[in-house]
């Protein structure tokens, strides 16, 4: 089920914070907040719906296979600290560019385009795990599955132009732009089950959108993101003409605590609702986003 008709035409995403007025001249970021969450293995929790291969329909932590996160859905069981289940929690601030040591061992398969194929930083959750504080240590066989992370924060668009944002992911994610008056661009792969696997994504392509043109100011992110078992990588990237794909670099990046809020919103809160119910969300949605 599609979470939101495709807007084709292009919309109006005002930006949260107009221009420079929340940091004067200074619009330096250090990159977005992420919490970290790393699951059991062997735990069985996610509510995602699966039918099997003799027509059986259940939550997919039912079957005995079906260990661990299957859905986007499943990261809000673990962000109150809570949950039996998780093992340890991390943060971090700075750019979304991570990876596993599986990933890491074996990138260069083939994939072009935005330059997604390549190391990036150890995923902070793995290199806290036990045994894992390097990447030769996660190389080694160290817990570095079945873990979680909610980005949020804001990006700066410094001039006025034709954007667009893409995330490159293994396994799912959920990604939102928030603009003034709750607005938001969103997209997501809400399951890896019977999904593409390893793939980029552009937030145009996938709203249906020809043109995205912001005004200079701050725009919110929220970015929520799992993987399950094997690889996993997410990177959160943007283009504007001139330039090519890219990882968006940290200094574009804000933490929430750099940019004052508007009062009306949350963006931590705002990350853990809206989960956009397809395979390969598709959702424009240019309306008041959920509080």
């Not at 020809?210 to 990588?233: T, W």
Request: glycine fraction near 12%; include cysteine; charge should be negative.
């Amino acid at each position: 089920m599609l979470f939101a008709a495709a807007v084709q035409a292009a919309p109006t995403l005002a930006p949260l914070i107009a221009g420079n007025a929340a940091l004067g001249n200074s619009q330096v970021g250090t990159g977005l907040n992420g919490n970290w969450y790393k699951v059991d293995d062997q735990a069985h929790f996610s509510n995602y719906v699966y039918t099997d291969s003799v027509g059986v329909t259940a939550p997919i932590k039912s079957f005995g296979w079906g260990t661990g996160f299957w859905s986007t859905n499943d990261i809000a069981q673990f962000t109150s600290g809570s949950n039996a289940n998780l093992i340890a929690t991390t943060t971090s601030v700075s750019a979304v560019s991570f990876a596993n040591g599986i990933y890491n061992d074996l990138y260069g398969t083939g994939l072009s385009g935005w330059d997604q194929d390549h190391a990036r930083t150890l995923a902070p959750i793995v290199a806290a795990s036990a045994g894992c504080s390097s990447l030769a240590g996660a190389t080694a066989g160290c817990a570095q599955t079945n873990y979680a992370a909610v980005f949020t924060g804001y990006v700066y668009v410094a001039e006025a132009g034709a954007y667009d944002f893409g995330v490159f992911s293994d396994d799912g994610f959920a990604f939102s732009l928030l603009g003034a008056g709750g607005t938001r661009l969103s997209m997501g792969l809400e399951t890896h089950a019977d999904g593409p696997g390893r793939e980029a994504y552009s937030l145009k392509t996938e709203t249906g959108l020809s043109d995205l043109f912001l005004d200079p100011g701050y725009y919110g992110i929220n970015l929520s993101y799992y993987n399950r078992l094997e690889a996993g990588v997410i990177d959160l990237g943007w283009t504007g003409a001139p330039d090519s794909w890219r990882t968006i670099e940290p200094g574009s990046l804000f933490p929430g605590n750099q940019v004052p809020e508007p009062a009306s919103l949350s963006l931590m809160a705002l990350a853990l609702v809206g989960f956009w119910a397809t395979r390969k969300g598709r959702s424009a949605r240019v309306a008041p986003a959920c509080t």
